[in-house]
């Protein structure tokens, strides 16, 4: 196998395993990934295919003991959504390029202990029950999170991305997707099937 074909199986493994928002879950909290961390993820499960050929194991056979793209995905959330240690300058450096990012992408930002974002008029609603209710952010020792700003608004949702500058900008993109409905909303209850008759 070459490594471009490593390289693809593994994006395509990636992306199936990351295809619904929240499928994944770090300490309880469902996982967001941003792009940095996915490709990470496509380089990481490329190599673990390319070992596994070199001792006469195809991509697909792993599919029959276990799911190392969901592995991968999980492996990183782990590094990324716990464990992050951060000296105040990097905190608020990283603080302080979220703030200017979501400003510049044109998002009300609203500075706090949380980072509140408004959603704009005709946007997602994301409140209880549909109402309309800002999101915050944190970057806390657990890496980045965001939530729905209200009282019963449940758990973060953890977001696997680096507790950079870098990594801000990154969270700022993907905070402006869910805002314009780009990127399926996180807080989405799960439609309920109804019985077959």
């Known amino acids: ?23 994944h879950v770090q300490e309880g909290a469902p996982v967001l990934y941003v792009p940095s961390v996915l490709a990470e993820a496509a380089d990481l499960l490329a190599k673990m295919y390319e070992a596994g050929q070199n001792h006469g194991i195809a991509p697909e056979d792993w599919a029959t003991v276990t799911s190392l793209p969901t592995g991968v995905v999980d492996a990183l959330a782990a590094r990324y959504c716990s464990r992050t240690e951060l000296t105040s300058v990097e905190l608020h450096a990283a603080r302080d390029a979220l703030i200017e990012e979501l400003g510049a992408k044109g998002i009300t930002v609203r500075p706090g202990l949380r980072i509140a ?3 704009p008029a ?23 999170d965001i939530r729905v700003d209200e009282p019963a ?21 993907l905070v402006r997707k869910i805002l314009s409905g780009e990127a399926p909303n996180p807080f989405a209850r799960p439609a309920v099937k109804e019985p077959s008759a």
């Open 153 to 173: 608004s449940g758990r973060p949702r953890r977001i696997a991305a680096p507790a950079t500058e870098e990594g801000a900008r990154e969270v700022a993109e």
């Open 122 to 144: 005709g946007g997602p609603s994301f409140g209880y029950q549909g109402r309309e209710a800002p999101l915050s952010l944190a970057l806390t020792r657990e890496g980045w």
């Open 1 to 23: 196998m070459s490594d471009t074909s490593a390289l693809d199986a593994a994006k395509i493994g990636i992306r199936m395993a990351t295809r619904n928002p929240g499928a």
């Open 117 to 119: 974002v408004d959603p």
